[in-house]
């Protein structure tokens, strides 16, 4: 068996991110892992598949420039994320004032201090299929997500510093 390419973690759909070697524990969707074929807007579940990481997004008044390959943007209190499968900047980050249905990309609580941008349902974006999947910090307790992975703020700092570019998210 071939070893993943050094920047690819695993995700386990019981909450195990191995990356490098090492095993972190991981939030996931409330529904758990689904087939990507069946991935639907609002289903609470993470999709199985490669999930390139696109982009970094980061709150630049709470913490510095997280070390990372990627390319990486602060987080401004007008960015949002588009989650209207109607609307025709579905599944992308947009800026207030924006009327229809989104995502708050500057929260108040700390889970969006460091958002991976996660290559799902992106190229193209189908209406439906889901959005704003990310890897973000989790909550203390590890609550599950809506669809997204979560580790915590040193778990996800420490992999990213160490090159971190893409997930494989698998199925049981």
Request: net charge neutral; charged share 25%.
């Amino acid at each position: 068996m071939s070893q993943p390419s050094p920047g690819l973690a695993i995700v386990h759909p019981e909450g195990r991110l191995v990356f490098q070697g090492r095993t972190f524990r991981c939030a996931l969707g409330r529904a758990g892992v689904i087939d990507a074929a069946r991935k639907q807007e609002g289903d609470g579940a993470t999709p199985t598949g490669l999930l390139p990481l696109r982009r970094l997004h980061y709150r630049a008044d709470r913490l510095p420039i997280p070390r990372s390959p990627l390319p990486r943007s602060p987080i401004g209190p007008d960015d949002l994320w588009c989650d209207d499968p109607a609307h025709e900047s579905y599944n992308r980050l947009v800026r207030r004032p924006f009327t229809a249905s989104h995502e708050e990309m500057c929260r108040a609580d700390e889970l969006y201090d460091i958002v991976g941008e996660l290559g799902w349902n992106d190229a193209p974006v189908v209406p439906g299929r889901g959005s704003a999947i990310f890897l973000h910090l989790a909550r203390p307790d590890y609550a599950p997500t809506a669809g997204c992975v979560a580790l915590t703020r040193a778990d996800l700092l420490e992999i990213l510093a160490g090159g971190l570019t893409a997930l494989q998210v698998i199925g049981k």
